[in-house]
């Protein structure tokens, strides 16, 4: 049989919340330290889906480790050729990842053991999320952070009800299954109002409703950009004065094991980010939200977390006002936003989600700021929204950019190397760093803009 992305009702979702103090206890009563690494026996980590999230995560494996020959055996995943972390990992496979068949089949061939080493880190939400819990839970597979996570943290209508049973600060909600059920929560709440897919990942499908007209198709907007299968979208209260008075945070929190042999929570300094519309821009550390705000983040990330259990990066989008914080998401891997961290953290968040999953120890040192006084950004580079159906990338030329950074505007690129664009698809990631944020602000989006134009791309027709 094979199963599709998994759509629960709400009575399903309750149910499921219901259970989770015991699935947490089975689940980590199974989990233990690794140590040492064995270059004979590698522990095996697999990244169901190969983008940009995951690469960070694959690479970190020799980076960090040494590789196979140290000890880490890195499988990679996705549903086409030439995926970014494809070309870094030990081993890679191409198929549909909702297939739960094939998804079952391959996690199977590199671990058919599950009592052996290994960790299974969910990088999209394009997968059988289903048949991952059945794995983790009935087979006894590591599916991190828990197999019971991407049930919660990828259905965003469940999220919402965790946030409501851990009485956390959010912003109002409804769910509706229809254009009338969007038009009456709409008219409930007050224009302006976010529309959302259930599930999906980096705002895609996501739309900021400011008129009538607009209502009328952000239902269908939603549903058709969904990453999963169902008629329901998410209708989310607009908090006035959030773009002029306020910020957005993601809180990542890292559940790994201490010294000790103990599952513990370590939080990553406060990451701001910036939208323009529903999709991420650009993000940067040090936040400048007040220490108060911070404590708060991290106090309601702990809590998630906590809730949650396993081992691995959550990463907690919040809304902050003042000292006032709304919880909105919550990743139970590592966030797009926090690919600056690549620049900015002793140990970016890719390094970290393996190294945790997998039962390695992290220090605080790993999640300290190794930049001093200095204001990190990383800006998004996209493909050229006039491009009307999927084109394949033709090149880029590496020596105008680095020319264009020498004499002018200094900073870095990160490029993903898709093999193939389509209208915004996001291609890679330019980094600026300055004493002054603005000034480093400016200077990211600068690179990379700059950037977009060294790419080419096949025919746009």
Request: glycine share 10%; proline share 5%; net charge negative.
């Amino acid at each position: 049989m094979v199963e599709m992305v998994f759509r629960m009702s709400e009575k399903e979702r309750i149910e499921l919340m219901d259970k989770i103090g015991s699935l947490k206890k089975e689940f980590e009563g199974r989990l233990s330290p690794l140590d040492p690494l064995d270059p004979e026996k590698p522990a095996v980590f697999i990244s169901v889906g190969g983008g940009e999230l995951g690469d960070l995560a694959v690479t970190a494996a020799k980076r960090q480790y040494g590789g196979a020959g140290g000890g880490v055996k890195t499988v990679a995943f996705d549903r086409y050729n030439g995926f970014p972390a494809q070309d870094a990992a030990d081993a890679s496979e191409v198929f549909d990842m909702k297939n739960g068949d094939l998804l079952e089949r391959y996690v199977k061939k590199y671990v058919p053991d599950p009592s052996k080493p290994h960790a299974i880190y969910l990088e999209v939400e394009m997968i059988d999320t289903y048949r991952a819990y059945k794995l983790g839970m009935e087979e006894g597979y590591k599916v991190m952070s828990t197999p019971y996570g991407p049930l919660v943290c990828m259905d965003r209508h469940a999220t919402k009800l965790m946030f409501d049973r851990l009485k956390l600060e959010r912003v109002d909600w409804a769910h509706a299954s229809s254009n009338a059920e969007v038009r009456k929560i709409a008219k409930d709440f007050g224009l302006p109002v976010i529309v959302k897919p259930v599930m999906t990942s980096s705002g895609h499908g996501t739309s900021i409703v400011k008129t009538e007209k607009e209502l009328e198709e952000a239902y269908t907007h939603s549903v058709e950009h969904a990453r999963g299968v169902g008629d329901e979208v998410i209708v989310e209260k607009f908090l006035p004065g959030l773009k002029t008075l306020g910020t957005e945070i993601t809180q990542i929190v890292v559940r790994h094991f201490n010294e000790r042999g103990k599952i513990v929570n370590s939080f990553l300094p406060p990451i701001e980010h910036r939208r323009p519309g529903a999709t991420y821009h650009e993000s940067w550390l040090p936040s400048t939200i007040s220490e108060g705000a911070a404590e708060k983040c991290k106090a309601d990330g702990g809590r998630i977390a906590d809730f949650m259990g396993g081992l691995g990066v959550y990463a907690v989008e919040q809304f902050v006002m003042g000292d006032e914080i709304y919880n909105n998401e919550v990743a139970n891997r590592p966030h797009d936003t926090g690919m600056v961290t690549r620049w900015m953290l002793n140990m970016d968040e890719g390094a970290l989600q393996l190294a945790s999953t997998l039962g390695l120890q992290i220090n605080p040192f790993h999640l300290e700021i190794s930049r001093e006084d200095i204001y990190g950004v990383a800006h998004v580079v996209l493909a050229p929204l006039e491009i009307k159906k999927e084109v394949k990338v033709l090149g880029w030329n590496a020596s105008k950019l680095n020319h264009f950074q020498t004499k002018g505007v200094r900073g870095d690129f990160w490029y993903f190397g898709k093999p193939t664009a389509y209208a915004g698809r996001r291609m890679g990631l330019a980094a600026a760093f300055q004493p002054d944020l603005e000034k480093a602000r400016r200077n990211a989006e600068i690179i990379a803009h700059f950037a977009e134009g060294c790419i080419e791309y096949g025919g746009r027709a």
